[in-house]
C-alpha cells in the first residue's frame, strides 16, 4: 500500500512564526502537491512538484513556499504564519501520468 | 477555467437506499476521472478510478459520459458507514488534477 505521512497531526503556531509541514511518501511517485481545505471551499492546489527540485504554483501560493530535496520528501513552507493560513493541509503524492492522487492523513494547523 | 461541479447535498437517505451522484467536467481532453471519499475530518480516500465508460466494485458503480461531460456513482444497499463526503475528480490531460467541492452523504437507519 502507498503511505504518505505527515510531520504532524496537529499544529498551533503564533503570527509571524515560520512554519514547516514535512511530507514523506514511500512508493518513488514523481509528483507530490499540497492542498489546503476549508470548509465550502473544497480542495485547493497551493504548490506541486513533477521532479526534485521542480516546483509549480498551483491556485493559491501566495504566503507559501516548497521544497523538494529529494524524491519521497516535500516540504511546505510558511514563511510568516497569518491567522487566514489556518487550516487542514493535505499533502498527496501519484506516480505520473493522469492517475490517482493518494494523500496524507493532513496537518490541522492553527494560527493564532 | 478548468472545473468539476457537483450538488453539494447533503443526500439523506434510509439504509438499504440507492443513491446516485452526479459531477460535470469542462475539460473535455481529460483521460480519467476518480471518485474519492472523505469522512469528516479525515483525509480522502480513493474510492474508484474511472479511465473509460465505467467500473463496478461491489455495491458502487461509476459511469462516465464523454458527450455530455459527467460521472456518475451509484451506491445500492445503502450502509451506515457509507455516510461521508464523496469528491469527483477530474484526473487532467496535463498532470494536475480537479476537484468538486464534494457531495455529502447522510444515510440514516
Known amino acids: 500500500d502507498v503511505k504518505v505521512t505527515q510531520s504532524s497531526r496537529y499544529l498551533v503556531k503564533r503570527t509571524g512564526e515560520k512554519v514547516f509541514l514535512e511530507c514523506v511518501q514511500d512508493m518513488d511517485h514523481e509528483n507530490m502537491f499540497w492542498y489546503r481545505q476549508d470548509p465550502g471551499l473544497g480542495l485547493r492546489l497551493i504548490y506541486f512538484?513533477?521532479?526534485?527540485?521542480?516546483?509549480e504554483k498551483g491556485d493559491i501560493p501566495e504566503g507559501y513556499s516548497v521544497s523538494r530535496e529529494k524524491k519521497e520528501r516535500f516540504s511546505l513552507i510558511l514563511e510568516s504564519a497569518s491567522t487566514n493560513q489556518t487550516s487542514m493541509y493535505l499533502c498527496?503524492?501519484?506516480?505520473?501520468?493522469?492517475?490517482?492522487?493518494?494523500f496524507g492523513p493532513g496537518t490541522r494547523l492553527t494560527v493564532l | 477555467r478548468k472545473e468539476v461541479e457537483q450538488d453539494p447535498g447533503p443526500f439523506n437517505v434510509p439504509e438499504g437506499a440507492t443513491v446516485a451522484f452526479n459531477c460535470t467536467y469542462s475539460?473535455?481532453?481529460?483521460?480519467?476521472f476518480f471518485w474519492y471519499r472523505q469522512d469528516c475530518r479525515k483525509e480522502p480516500k480513493l474510492l474508484m478510478s474511472v479511465y473509460s465508460s465505467g467500473n463496478e466494485d461491489g455495491r458502487f458503480t461509476a459511469q462516465l459520459n464523454r458527450a455530455s461531460q459527467y460521472i456518475s456513482l451509484l451506491i445500492r444497499d445503502s450502509k451506515l458507514s457509507d455516510s461521508a463526503t464523496y469528491l469527483c475528480v477530474d484526473g487532467g490531460s496535463q498532470g494536475n488534477l480537479i476537484f468538486g467541492k464534494g457531495t455529502k452523504l447522510s444515510v440514516k437507519p
Open positions: 475539460n473535455s481532453a481529460s483521460q480519467s
Open positions: 512538484s513533477y521532479d526534485v527540485k521542480m516546483k
Open positions: 498527496a503524492s501519484r506516480s505520473g501520468g493522469p492517475k490517482a492522487l493518494f
